[in-house]
């Protein structure tokens, strides 16, 4: 479908939502390496299981001010009465599940980064550093590893579906569709 600019889109991208279209446009796929943002996208992603990333991503701007900027030594130190403060703010997802996973993934998230010297190198480590290109797909080998790995590790909705989206919002997966002006020049 060609849209208003004149530009075709990934079919998932909804071309009424003004903050999808540019999620879609300027950070998706796009590889990130910077380890606040990789907690975001973790965390963000965490709280989409079962839900619409369009839901999830219609609050970011209230879970950066819930969960403080991102940061994951500040989540990491929250405890009972931050997290029911959470499950009371009608702005973010209240699923006390998954504000509890939060703050031990941040924990976890922090302790990979003391063994690796950043999240980035672990988890950029699973494909040395290579971006995969595949469409057509909820996960694959290497979301099973990944997911597998932060689980064995103790993290918490890190299913091997949620752990494929997030690789491709990271850009460690490359999956603009075909006819996407971002698709893959040598596709």
């Known amino acids: 479908m060609e849209w208003n600019d004149g530009k075709n889109r990934c079919k998932w991208a909804n071309p009424h939502n003004e903050k999808y279209v540019r999620?879609?446009?300027?950070?998706?796929?796009?590889?990130?390496?910077?380890?606040?943002?990789?907690?975001?996208?973790?965390?963000?992603?965490?709280?989409q299981a079962g839900l619409s990333w369009e839901c999830v991503l219609n609050k970011r701007e209230a879970f950066r001010k819930a969960f403080e900027c991102f940061d994951p030594k500040k989540v990491a130190d929250y405890g009972d009465d931050k997290v029911n403060e959470l499950c009371g703010n009608g702005e973010i997802i209240r699923n006390k599940?998954?504000?509890?996973?939060?703050?031990?993934?941040?924990?976890?998230?922090?302790?990979?980064?003391e063994e690796y010297g950043s999240f980035s190198d672990f988890i950029h480590g699973f494909t040395n550093g290579e971006?995969?290109?595949?469409?057509?797909?909820?996960?694959?080998?290497?979301?099973?590893?990944v997911s597998k790995e932060l689980k064995r590790r103790g993290?918490?909705?890190?299913?091997?579906?949620?752990?494929?989206?997030?690789?491709?919002?990271?850009?460690?997966?490359?999956?603009?569709?075909?006819?996407?002006?971002?698709?893959?020049?040598?596709?």
């Open 155 to 187: 993290m918490k909705f890190v299913g091997t579906v949620v752990v494929y989206a997030y690789l491709q919002a990271i850009g460690v997966i490359y999956s603009h569709e075909a006819g996407c002006f971002l698709e893959y020049a040598a596709n």
């Open 97 to 113: 599940l998954k504000i509890k996973a939060a703050v031990n993934n941040a924990k976890i998230f922090i302790e990979i980064q």
């Open 131 to 145: 971006v995969i290109f595949e469409t057509g797909k909820a996960s694959s080998d290497l979301s099973d590893k």
């Open 23 to 47: 999620y879609h446009d300027e950070e998706w796929g796009v590889p990130v390496y910077d380890d606040q943002k990789l907690f975001e996208m973790l965390l963000l992603e965490c709280f």
